[in-house]
């Protein structure tokens, strides 16, 4: 078996999604972006090592829960827009997290009962997205269908330049970086490295359905 050491890029890029996804999304997304980029394709095995050897925690689980950032994620939406959501009294008693030292945990049965009690949370997001969070296909489609657009203002800002993107996800895309990599610096109000480039989320427009 040949071995390939570690670039830089990959570290970088695994640093991002450290602790922000379930193990079994990381994997997908690592091996994208490895396709991509031309990167070697890791196995699960090689990036556990990768994250033992640099101490980085594997908080949200495969399987049956999520943090609530590795929700966002799948979602492909900024983490802070998920925290907005467990700070409403009446989400938040849908979803019931189980909190973890810092980290909140979310049961898929606790996301799809959200989805069927409240599925205009969801709205917004496509149905591969959703059946990717809920595991549901028909429940993702309905809601999907139902709910074509969000609710709320996810607009961004770069500090140093003013320019105004609709969301991470779009700022990311004409940047050519991770979603993850903009939401996670703008909670940690940090640059993005790779960029130079400091991002802040708007919030003052009032939510309203539309």
């Known amino acids: 078996m040949t071995y390939h050491r570690w670039l830089p890029e990959e570290i970088d890029h695994l640093d991002q999604m450290a602790g922000e996804l379930p193990f079994a999304v990381l994997v997908k997304s690592m091996r994208g972006k490895a396709k991509q980029r031309g990167w ?18 594997r908080r949200a689980r495969v399987g049956e829960w999520t943090s609530s950032n ?38 898929r049965a ?10 205009r949370v969801l709205g917004g997001f496509s149905a591969d997205a959703l059946f990717l969070l809920l595991e549901d296909r028909q429940l993702a489609d309905s809601v999907a269908a139902q709910y074509p657009k969000s609710i709320g203002d996810w607009r961004i800002r770069c500090v140093e330049t003013g320019q105004i ?8 895309r004409e940047l050519n970086v991770s979603q993850a990599a903009i939401s996670k610096a703008i909670r940690d109000a940090r640059p993005v490295r790779c960029l130079g480039m400091t991002f802040e989320a708007l919030r003052g427009a009032r939510a309203v359905e539309r």
């Open 40 to 57: 070697p394709v890791r196995s699960a095995k090689s990036i556990t090592e990768r994250m033992n050897r640099a101490h980085q925690p």
């Open 70 to 107: 590795g929700a966002a994620e799948i979602l492909g939406c900024p983490g802070s827009r998920v925290e907005a959501w467990l700070r409403r009294p009446q989400i938040l008693a849908v979803l019931n997290p189980r909190v973890v030292g810092t980290v909140r945990y979310i049961s």
């Open 110 to 119: 606790s996301w799809r009962r959200l989805a069927r009690v409240m599925p």
């Open 165 to 172: 993107w609709p969301s991470c996800i779009a700022a990311a």
